[in-house]
């Protein structure tokens, strides 16, 4: 009996040594999971898919229902890092772009991407991109890194354009009609092109912070946004500006151009201000809150969807007033 209970202690003692040193597959890790409401959004854009958000850990959801669920996109392969930026160039093919000069594409309306670029070391962020009248993309990021594609965004080239220095290039924009570009940066610089993107040249700076974005409001007006909520308005296609006065202070991070003709822009402190008189005042809309507010979209409902680094945000836009000749239309207008 005892030399019985002596061989199934050694047996067991030998399947437990087995068990431990056997190889074992670890179970896969799941992605880590923002909820929308929490996450640091970047870009918030209308598409074939419905409505794409994108930002941290490389994070990028889709919202067939108007904002009411969110899907996340499959992202092939996903390197978590930060995306700066969403851009479409239709309602099928867009960019994401980010952190280690990654550049993700979509063709199917940002459901799905796949990498176009990427770099592992010493990869400065790229901060905007747009597809130029001539089909080709062209990219702008930190250091005064320009890109250009020429085959829908599939491979990617360093391009001169004669940007001064190695300040970074924060956003590129362009006019309605697709004309007039202007891409803006960090110490007020700015360069225009008004063929389509073919040849760039280099304004004077008119101010020495950092401009985030301009909007093209049609014919020859323009209004350049961004630090310490500085606005700047030009009627020459961006040849000459002139500052707008705001009693504001806040840095202005987003525009975008309502379905009306409205002028948003909005920044630190969840301010929101409009114009509709082609940026020659503003409006306040939305005031207060630590988020910092970093892109616009006019949902179909006509509200205003507001991405953040605290999560995605919705605002009713107000209508339109009637108002009569020469009467006020805000109490709140401040130039």
């Known amino acids: 009996m005892r030399m019985f209970l002596g061989l199934s ?3 067991l003692v030998a399947l437990a040594g087995a068990l431990a040193f056997s190889p074992r597959s670890a179970p896969s890790l799941r992605p880590t999971d923002v909820p929308v409401e929490r996450m640091r959004i970047d870009g918030i854009k209308a598409s074939a898919a419905g409505l794409v958000l994108a930002g941290e850990l490389g994070q990028i959801r889709f919202s067939i229902d108007q904002g009411v669920s969110w899907h996340p996109a499959s992202v092939s392969p996903q390197r978590q890092a930060l995306i700066t930026r969403l851009v479409f160039a239709d309602a099928h093919q867009g960019l994401a772009l980010g952190h280690e000069g990654w550049i993700l594409r979509s063709t199917d309306g940002g459901r799905s991407w796949h990498e176009a670029a990427f770099t592992d070391s010493d990869g400065q962020p790229l901060m905007d991109a747009a597809r130029l009248p001539s089909g080709d993309w062209l990219a702008v990021g930190a250091f005064g890194r320009v890109l250009r594609s020429t085959d829908a965004g599939q491979h990617w080239a360093e391009q ?123 409006q306040v809309l939305r005031d207060g809150g630590q988020e910092n507010l970093t892109d616009l979209q006019v949902d179909s409902s006509g509200a205003l969807l507001l991405a953040s680094d605290a999560g995605l945000r919705r605002l009713p836009l107000p209508p339109r007033p009637q108002a009569a000749s020469g009467a006020p239309t805000s109490s709140q207008e401040i130039r």
Not at 178 to 207: C, K, M, N
Not at 218 to 223: A, I, M, R
């Open 160 to 282: 001169s354009i004669g940007a001064p220095g190695d300040w970074h290039l924060n956003a590129i924009a362009a006019s309605p009609d697709r004309h007039q570009w202007l891409i803006v940066g960090e110490a007020g610089s700015l360069l225009r092109s008004t063929d389509g993107g073919v040849h760039w040249q280099v304004i004077e700076p008119f101010y020495n912070g950092s401009l985030y974005g301009a909007v093209g409001l049609g014919g020859d007006v323009w209004v350049a946004y961004g630090m310490r909520g500085k606005v700047f308005r030009s009627s020459d296609a961006g040849l000459h500006w002139s500052p707008v006065r705001l009693s504001r202070s806040e840095s202005l991070y987003a525009g975008t151009l309502g379905p009306d003709g409205t002028l948003l822009l909005a920044g630190q402190g969840g301010l929101v201000l409009s114009s509709r008189d082609a940026g020659q005042s503003f």
């Open 9 to 11: 202690a050694c047996l």
